[in-house]
Each structure stands twice: as C-alpha cells, then as structure tokens.
C-alpha cells in the first residue's frame, strides 16, 4: 500500500513539474527584411498573394499602428533586443566592423534573448544578426541565444547564395555556390529548414524563443526558377531589367545581382517569405505546439529601393508616405500580427501605438521574468490577452543617423519629423496630425506652433549622446 501511495504521488509531483514547465508560452517572432506596410494581403496588396501571413493575422490580432525600432536593419533590430528607442539604444546605425560584421553591442546590455534564456527558454535564432562578429560580445550565443544560423553580417546578407553561414561559431561553407560564381544553394531556404528542424525537435518540456529574421524580401532580388517564380512571370511580362553586381569570378560579397524580371522575382520572394510562415505554423500544429505557442510577424523597416524593387508598382507602403531610411510612417509603420489560440481573440484589431522596443517587456512578462530596469518599451500583454488596463506611451521617439540624420516623435496622433538633424539639430520640425493625415500631406508647423514646439523639445531630450553614433554637432 505504501509503495502505491509513493507511486501515485510521485506520478502527481512528475505532472504538476510538467506542468509548471510547460506553462510558460513559446514564442516565435518571425522578423521580413524591409517588407512594407502594404506588402501583404491583410493590409491591402493586390499583387502579390500571401495567404499564409493573411491566416496569422486574421486568426490572431493585427495592430494597425506598430512600429519598427528604426527604418534601417541594425539599429530597429537592436531597439527589438534592448527594449529602448534609437536615443537610448546601444547600435543606432549600420557601422561594419573588419573582418565581418556590424558593431557589437557590449556586453552589459539585457538582451530579449538572454532575459528569456535567464527564464528556463531554449533560444534560438536563424537568419540575419547584423549585431556583433562571431567571437565578439554582440554574437548571438553571447547575447542569448542557444544556437544560431545564418548570416552574422547584413552586408554578406546581401546575397542570396553567400559563400558560407555561420552555425553559431562555425563558419560553414557553401561549396556548390563557388565562391559567388555559382548560384546552387539558396540560404533563405538552408536557414529556414534550420528554423523547421529545431521546431520538429521540441518536445513540449521546455519552452523556447525562436527569433526568425529573413532576409526576404531585401535585395538582392533573386529568387530560384520554381513554380512561385514561374507563376508571376505570367503574371509580371512587361519587365524592366535592372542590371547590378552579378555572380562571377569578380564578384563582391555585398553586390546586388542583375535581374531580368524584377517585379516577378520580388513577388516570388514575398510568396517564399509566406511559404515559409505557412510552414512553421504547420510544423507547430503537427507537434501539438499551436496552442502554447505566441507568433508574432513583423517587418525591421519600410520598403527599399536598391537592385531593382519598386515599391510603386507594388503599393508597399500602402497610403503612407516613404520607404526605408525615411522617418515618415511608410519607413517605420510595420505589419505586426500576434496569433496565440485560445489566448488572443481571432479577427481581433488593436490601435495600441506600440514599437518594438515594447516587445522585450511583453515577452518578459509572459515568461515571468523580471524585466531590465531602465528601458524605454511598455508591455502589451494586456491588449493582447485582452484582460487588465493596457498602459500607453507618452510618446514615441525615433532617430536615424544617415542623410544628414533625421529625427520623429510621435505623441498621440501628432507626429513630427526633423531632417538634417546632424547637420542643424535646431531645423524646423514638420508637423503632421495622423488621425486626419496619415499620409502626412499637410505640414501643420505654422498653424500649430505650440505643439511644433512641444515636439522638438521632446526629440531633444530623447536623444542621448553616443560615444559611437554620435549624432548632430556632439
């Protein structure tokens, strides 16, 4: 009888530490490379189908007006990773380092992916980094992550068919593309079936953070001659070739290839892209992960112009105004859809104005991990759990660093931009009310002076100077 009780209530204490281990949500955080606002079919694209990211968003909640961290790759993935605006956080611009690699963020930096390791999550990321060299203190397994694969560098993410990955600390080289002289193997597809196969290989015991950062759709544009390609080439026949860098013994790492059919090829990308989202939402239900398992789909920034895209033709950034590098809504407002079964209401919309440095406490709060102090990013749970008051910013800030270094503030629907802000951090700020201008059409500055005022007070001490980036006459 005692041997049967010491059963019993070993077999309880074995599902109650079961359950305690499995109670915390999964996440995966599924990150485009300059996917526009109006790239996908929920917010508008008649072009281009993408069902896969469509079913995401209209299963789960599509937020209407979320924003990237910055409009240009490192410094919108950094504010993702330290919960902290582009005036705070630690990379705020594309600055390469030798032998390969952006600059790294230091080591005393929390990170998204380490405030989730120190949680009990298995963390892992595929795709692009762009956040610190293999070795240094901004490599991904020195900042969080359990295992990586991709590119370390945005400048070799350029290429399609790159003459090697990373595998974590491991540099693996991709024989059949011959030093860019041939293009056989095409890394978005090799790092998604990374991302596949550590899906397949979850057990449900331990829960994990998957952090998938594409390089679909950035250029170069290039995609292999399958059936998504040969579709919209019926689709796309009045091409205007774009001539750039091609594959060959002269070839540069970081070059964009030519492309005959550029509107077809970029259409196919987008597809690829919503392939792959079609695929590790299925790998999820097949492992009985779904129902346990938060996915969010974002965009690092607005659409680009390099090697031969034209967001014009597409509508990518729908009705708003610029493209990458721009701090007007077309090169930060995002897609960002959240999709969690039984949890997050099913064709639900929020207004909540969000950006990504929001997305590290509201992981942290999930995980019930204790949030970094000193950052500038809310949690959201609340609006996406529906339960509790959701908090809300005073405001939103944002810099970028090139073209003479621009400045935006967002507080409530009144934006303002600032151009030549390194250049004359004292320029007039043009002054737009979104709920009336969401195109920002109608510069309001002069009949609005107070609130100009307001606005460029607010960007003035937002921005804390850097001895990295500096910015402006520091």
Known sequence: ??????????????????????????????????????????????????????RLANGGMRFTQFYAGTSVCAPSRSSLMTGKHTGHTFIRGNKGVEPEGQQPIADSVVTLGEVLQRAGYVTAAFGKW???PVGSEGDPNRQGFNRFYGYNCQALAHRAYPNHLWDNDQKTVLKANENLQQQKEYAPDMIHQQALNFLNARDGKQPFFLFLPYILPHAELVAPDDSLLAHYKKIFTDEKPFKGADYGPNAKPEGYASQAHPHATYAAMVARL??????????????????????????????????????????????????????????????????????IKPGSTSDFVGAFWDVLPTFAELAGAKTPTG????????????????????????????NGGRQAVRQGNWKAVRLQASTNPDN??????????????????STNPDKAQELSRLMKQSHVASPIFPFGKE
């Not at 950052?375 to 090139?402: N, P």
């Open 130 to 132: 762009g956040l610190g």
């Open 1 to 54: 009888m005692r041997i049967l009780l010491f059963l019993l209530i070993a077999t309880l204490f074995s599902q109650f530490c079961s359950a305690q281990t499995t109670s915390k949500p999964n996440i995966i955080f599924i990150l485009a490379d300059d996917l526009g606002f109006g790239d996908v079919g929920v917010n508008g694209q008649k072009l281009i189908k993408t069902p896969n990211i469509d």
């Open 375 to 402: 950052i500038d990013g809310l949690s959201f749970v609340s609006t996406l759990t529906g339960k509790g008051t959701q908090k809300k910013h005073d405001y939103l800030y944002w810099e970028f660093h090139e």
């Open 428 to 445: 007039p700020v043009e002054l737009y009310n979104l709920a009336t201008d969401p195109a920002e059409q109608k510069n309001l500055a």
């Open 274 to 343: 919503d392939r792959y989202v079609g695929q590790v939402m299925a790998a999820l239900k097949a492992k009985g992960l779904d129902k346990n398992t938060l996915v969010i789909f974002s965009s690092d920034n607005g659409p680009h112009l390099e090697g031969g895209a034209d967001h014009k033709f597409f509508n990518s950034n729908g009705s708003l105004r610029g493209v990458k590098r721009d701090l007007y809504e077309g090169g930060i407002r995002e897609p960002f859809f959240a999709n969690w079964p039984g949890v």
